[in-house]
């Protein structure tokens, strides 16, 4: 994978942000930043307005405060390419779209159901080689696995070149290795490209194995730091109500 | 347009390509399957095969509203009706205060109700009576050119459409999270299904206009494993049906838009039992 590097983008930075629902507040004024080169995730206990906060991030909801993209002196860079990777994707499984037809129609404006596109093909194949689905693009989007699923969808999110990557709860439902396999291939995108990447995760276990940076929610911020910071706080042991030493399993 | 015919007979020397008619019924045939097996495809992905049902049916308050403003081409006011009523269900559906096969009843229902009651007053339906069975072998030199700009037409808005309307298909959320406007892609869909819909009710016929545009999708879809093979086939299956229920319908002196059919469901039953597992 090349290396390519944002073109000034360093970090997000929301600051006091707010989701309001049915006069109800969702996410009260929560502040933190999301680094390039990073693995931010947001962890909390259901309901806490994880995915909620996500979407605000994306744009996708209305709210309060500001999401700014900023270069290394807290400059605004103004847009950023953002890729997202949803977290459950509830669709026809009967249908008859290939994992490949998905990936092209975000890709190009002329119709996968006239051509096979040579010259776009020939790149996706090529990204389907540094992703581990070649041999998945010819198979029936439906037919595929949780694990196999989220691969296609993070091929998919990474077209084009994203400088934030959104994933929410991205290897739920999906074996420990492959579990792994998924991690393993994040870290070596923002590593390599110097993706910003925020997710939203219910294993604990992994969040404290790969990522850099963890914030605690529960409507508000609870806590902000590294993995161990975090997992030690007293407000991550009495939030997930975890008494004496903290195991760390997932929930 | 004798140099058509012409040619058509040097092609097809059978007894049926003597008249005139049923070469205008082919070529017509020809331009109407295809049409109907491409926005096939996308109206069954969508699950819209009840919602285009009832967009045939408010055909009967398309014309009812043409008879009552005095407007002669009936045709323009049931495209008119079509795709006021196609926007209103989209609509609707979207605020989600009911499921959308409820919303569509209702629509459905109370577009036959009006066009029933305003057409039949007087005692009067038995002169449109033909739009519920429509007659292909009345198409004219001129609507067979209409039906040449339907096809173009149609083809352009896939080219500019299809692969946004193949992502809302798959996930609306993430196909608006790649910056695609649903709202306005499912819209210029529906508009076009509608007024593919109301051009074609005359030859076709309201009852069974619905059949031409889901069957040969349905059947394609059996047997597909990807866009291409599936558009690919949904298109053949609409031709061979199409072409095949106009001649049977003629030795059988028979509906055309039934004989259609009837051949699209035997190859709906036949690719069910072939369907991919």
């Not at chain 2, 096809?151 to 809302?168: F, G, P």
């Not at chain 2, 695609?180 to 069974?208: H, K, P, Q, Y």
């Not at chain 2, 949904?234 to 095949?244: D, H, M, P, Q």
């Amino acid at each position: 994978m090349e290396n390519e590097h944002c073109s000034g983008f360093c970090q997000v930075r929301v600051e006091g942000l707010t989701v309001e629902r049915g006069g109800e507040k969702i996410i009260d004024s929560v502040s933190f930043d999301i680094h390039c080169g990073e693995l931010t995730a947001l962890i909390g206990i259901n309901g806490a307005g994880k995915t909620t906060l996500l979407k605000a991030i994306l744009g996708e909801y209305r709210h309060g405060g500001t999401v700014t993209h900023t270069d290394h002196d807290g400059g605004s860079v103004g847009k950023i390419v953002v890729g997202y990777v949803p977290q459950f994707l509830d669709f026809d499984r009967s249908s008859p779209v290939s994992a490949g037809d998905f990936l092209l129609a975000g890709r190009t404006r002329f119709p996968v159901c006239f051509t096979r596109h040579g010259k776009v093909r020939l790149e996706l194949t090529k990204q389907a080689e540094e992703l581990g689905i070649s041999d998945l693009l010819d198979r029936p989007l439906g037919r595929l696995s949780g694990g196999e699923l989220q691969r296609v969808m993070l091929a998919s999110a990474l077209y084009p070149a994203p400088q934030l990557l959104i994933l929410d709860e991205p290897v739920s439902g999906v074996d420990e290795s492959a579990t792994d396999a998924f991690y393993n291939l994040i870290c070596e995108l923002k590593n390599k490209r110097h993706i910003a990447v925020a997710m939203v995760s219910h294993d604990l276990k992994q969040v404290r194995r790969y990522a850099d940076r963890v914030v605690l929610l529960n409507r508000r911020m609870l806590c902000t730091g590294t993995p161990e910071e975090v997992f030690s706080s007293e407000e991550y042991k009495k939030e997930f109500g975890i008494v004496g030493a903290d195991n760390g399993n997932s929930i | 347009m004798e140099t058509v015919y012409e040619m058509m007979r040097a092609v097809l020397p059978f007894a049926w390509a003597r008249y005139d008619f049923m070469l205008n019924a082919l070529l017509a045939m020809l331009l109407m399957s295809p049409v109907m097996g491409i926005l096939g495809t996308m109206a069954v992905n969508n699950k819209m095969a009840f919602f285009s049902d009832a967009l045939g049916h408010s055909a009967l308050t398309g014309i009812a509203l043409g008879v009552a403003l005095g407007v002669d081409n009936k045709m323009l006011s049931m495209i008119a009706f079509g795709v006021f009523l196609a926007l209103v269900i989209v609509r609707v559906k979207a605020a989600g205060s009911a499921s959308a096969d409820t919303v569509i009843s209702v629509f459905s229902s109370l577009s036959t109700a009006v066009g029933l009651a305003v057409l039949a007053a007087n005692g009067g339906f038995g002169k449109y009576s033909q739009y519920l069975i429509g007659d292909i072998l009345s198409v004219t030199p001129g609507q067979i050119l209409l039906l040449v700009g339907v096809l173009a037409a149609v083809v352009v808005i896939w080219a500019l459409i299809y692969n946004k309307l193949l992502l809302i298909s798959v996930n609306a959320d993430l196909a608006a999270s790649r910056g695609i406007r649903t709202r306005l892609v499912e819209d210029i869909f529906v508009v076009t299904v509608a007024a593919v819909v109301m051009i074609s009710i005359r030859w076709i016929g309201i009852l069974l206009i619905n059949s031409m545009l889901i069957l040969p999708a349905a059947a394609a879809r059996n047997i597909s494993r990807n866009s291409r093979s599936y558009t690919g086939l949904s298109v053949l299956i609409a031709l061979v049906s199409g072409v095949s229920g106009l001649l049977l319908s003629f030795w059988w002196n028979t509906s055309a838009g039934a004989s259609v059919v009837l051949v699209s469901a035997v190859v709906f039953f036949v690719t069910f039992i072939f369907r991919r597992r």
